[in-house]
Nanobody, 124 residues
Framework: QVQLVESGGGLVQAGGSLRLACAAS????????MAWFRQAPGKEREFVAT????????FNLDSVKDRFTISRDNAKNMGYLQMNSLKPEDTAVYYC?????????????????WGQGTQVTVSS
């Protein structure tokens, strides 16, 4: 069982940066692949990025590949999403998730554990 709590969201102007954090409870966090998803109003939940158990490899949505960086610190049971050059279309609730059976899973239904989400709003 893993509990996830996101933080770091907020209101930022286009071109700005935010760093989201995901705090995980339990001692088994390092055994899970971790991912970030986002959901804009009226849209389906969308995959953003995922990272391997060790943190050595990651995989991002094409539209954020050069702007967002996923990372993790297993010693602290923490995951992160560094978001640079933010655009209004990045506005959404951002969720961290873990528990997928395979790496690079982009489907929300593959993930067992979810945080409550943190709102990111980018103004133009």
């Amino acid at each position: 069982q893993v509990q996830l709590v996101e933080s770091g969201g907020g209101l930022v102007q286009a071109g700005g940066s935010l760093r989201l954090a995901c705090a995980a409870s339990g001692r088994t966090f390092s055994t899970y692949y971790m991912a970030w998803f986002r959901q804009a109003p009226g849209k389906e939940r969308e995959f953003v990025a995922t990272i391997s158990r060790s943190g050595e490899t990651s995989f991002n949505l094409d539209s954020v590949k050069d702007r967002f960086t996923i990372s993790r610190d297993n010693a602290k049971n923490m995951g992160y999403l560094q978001m640079n050059s933010l655009k209004p279309e990045d506005t959404a609730v951002y969720y961290c998730a873990c528990g997928a059976p395979v790496y690079e899973s982009t489907r929300p239904r593959d993930y067992t554990y979810w945080g409550q989400g943190t709102q990111v709003t980018v103004s133009s």
